[in-house]
């Protein structure tokens, strides 16, 4: 059997692929090696996942955040080999590899992730061989579902807000200070998720001139500082995975025409094509 996850920060999806090729899922709790040992992550695993695994384990393919470099990819391997020992193949790789491999399959192409966060990669079918950095939701971020709901606060705390926006707004959340959002936004953890939990109401009023245009401004700002600074991008299909690529496809095709690039898959998530692609 083989046993394929996308974890992200909340949760992991794990598809089980039977040796007679029938496929079987479930979820865990997010797994992250920055935030949690060896031990807890083994001891999930153990509790939520082997359950409803019913055969002998061949081969793990393992896809998450905060696999950033060996040493936290090393603690998911030992974690998922503690559980599994029969395991002959386990693999740990970055969340933006799932992306690429899950959109591209074995093609070239540009992978870009617009969830909370946002990241983007170019990949030649085997790997990833070329990346403007992404810098995390301070510095960047841009097309992310963290950097639409900062915009639309910002907008609110500077009175940018049209006043027919900014009732429903109000009717929604309530009236924000600038105390509670600078709480939430340098005191309390995941700010990010602080911030992207706003991004549903410009979803909600998405034909607001002033919502739209707002959205459109942050996808046309990830082209203009990660995508249009690859080589030849013109030349590729760009892919995208992740909650706000696939609710707000609309704009984001426009933007793209706009830029001179080619959409090509959307997806909300990567667990599919990671299940293909491992089923090749």
């Known amino acids: 059997m ?3 996850a996308e974890s992200g ?4 999806d794990w598809r089980m692929i039977a040796s007679d090729g029938q496929i079987s899922q ?25 359950p409803h695994v019913r055969e002998t384990v061949s081969s793990v393919f393992y896809y998450g955040t905060g696999v950033t470099h060996e040493e936290k990819a090393a603690v998911v391997r030992q974690a998922i080999l503690a559980v599994f020992p029969s395991a002959q193949v386990v693999e740990a790789h970055s969340d933006m590899l799932a992306a690429a491999r899950a959109l591209c399959g074995h093609e070239s192409g540009v992978a870009c992730i617009l969830g909370t966060g946002s990241n983007s990669c170019f990949y030649d079918g085997a790997s990833i061989t070329f990346q403007v950095p992404p810098l995390g939701f301070w510095l960047g971020d841009e097309g992310s579902g963290g950097h639409l709901g ?13 006043e027919d926006l900014r009732t429903k ?38 034909q607001h001139p002033f919502a739209y245009q707002l959205v459109k401004t942050s996808f046309e700002l990830f082209f203009e500082k990660y995508l249009l600074k690859y080589p030849d991008v013109q030349q590729y299909k760009v892919h995208f995975t992740g909650s706000v690529a696939f609710y707000y496809s609309d704009i984001l095709r426009r ?7 080619t959409i090509g898959l959307i997806m909300e998530s990567p667990i599919a094509g990671l299940t293909l692609f491992h089923q090749l």
């Open 150 to 162: 900062k915009s639309l606060i910002l907008s609110y705390l500077h009175k940018e807000m049209p």
């Open 26 to 50: 479930c979820k865990t709790i997010g797994l992250n090696p920055y935030y949690q040992d060896l031990t807890s992550i083994t001891v999930e695993l153990t509790q939520n996942l082997l």
């Open 169 to 206: 707004f109000e009717k929604r959340f309530g009236q924000i200070d600038r105390l509670t959002i600078i709480e939430n936004g340098y005191q309390k953890p995941f700010p990010n998720r602080y911030f992207a939990s706003f991004s549903k109401f410009l979803f909600d009023n998405r």
């Open 2 to 4: 083989k046993l394929i």
């Open 255 to 261: 933007v793209a025409a706009e830029k001179n690039c």
């Open 9 to 12: 920060s909340t949760k992991t």
